[in-house]
């Protein structure tokens, strides 16, 4: 579920918004964000215990938050899920001109949502941004709001932010903090328009676009680094002024601690 870009075409993309970085700031009724520099774990490939120390963990919808840890819930709000194809009405799925669905080039088992269909897709994402407020969460992330850069101009910047902006009203209303994911050279936009609070990242230290993100959202960047494409050593990036203060190493399919490829390392 990462999505690339590199920075030099985030900073390009930045000007072409007309949109100038925006200072953080709270999520309205006393919200609360993850803990600056918190240690973080990512597990959206399968749950399990936290190691110790961590203070923030991102798991899917589908799991259960954990207790005394802030727990960001994921949700792709964009695209569907692998294998949950079905769980969608046709309508709501975005067709090319022969009448085919729509499918992600890069994640060819997630069909493309027609973002343009505001209300509708709202009316299904709502009740699960619903459910992860009751299950526990502190905060939700919404992965895949750059999906419209892969419709050949079948949908827009502008119908990704207005889906956007209804998912995050629905996550302040049940008490939620909402995370951009990624998205690099639409952030300053993100949350200036949609009104998201912190920033989920993936990779930015392998692509330079962390600077990107924290000049957006300051401190409130949770950013999650994949080894196998990193460039620099850990010891290099944890050094990087660049990199945010919440940064976790896992492998990239994210496995449970039983799998012989699990791989969870931070920062001193």
């Avoid at 419209?148 to 996550?171: C, H, I, K, N």
Wanted: hydrophobic share 40%.
């Amino acid at each position: 579920m990462s999505r690339r870009t590199v920075a030099a075409l985030a900073a390009v993309a930045l000007l072409l918004t007309g949109c100038a970085a925006q200072p953080p700031h709270d999520p309205p009724g006393g919200i609360p964000l993850p803990p600056v520099g918190g240690d973080l774990d990512y597990q959206l490939g399968g749950a399990y215990n936290p190691p110790e120390g961590v203070e923030i963990v991102g798991r899917d919808r589908a799991a259960a938050s954990v207790d005394d840890v802030y727990s960001v819930c994921y949700v792709n709000g964009f695209q569907t899920q692998p294998g949950e194809l079905d769980a969608w009405p046709e309508e709501l799925l975005l067709h090319d001109a022969d009448g085919e669905i729509v499918f992600d080039p890069d994640w060819p088992d997630e069909a493309i949502l027609d973002t343009r269909q505001v209300d509708e897709i709202a009316a299904i994402v709502g009740p699960w941004i619903r459910d992860c407020a009751s299950d526990g969460f502190d905060a939700v992330e919404f992965d895949n709001l750059d999906t419209y850069t892969r419709t050949d101009g079948a949908l827009s910047r502008d119908d990704a932010v207005a889906l956007a902006t209804r998912f995050v009203e629905t996550a302040h209303d049940v008490g939620l903090a909402a995370g951009q994911k990624n998205a690099a050279e639409d952030a300053a936009t993100l949350h200036a328009r949609a009104g998201f609070d912190f920033a989920v990242v993936e990779e930015c230290a392998a692509y330079q676009e962390c600077g990107a993100y924290t000049e957006v959202y300051g401190d409130h960047v949770l950013a999650i680094e994949y080894p196998d494409n990193a460039p620099r050593s850990l010891e290099e990036v944890c050094a990087d002024p660049e990199t945010p203060a919440s940064v976790v190493f896992r492998d990239r399919d994210l496995v449970t601690p039983d799998d012989p490829a699990y791989l969870f390392e931070r920062c001193d």
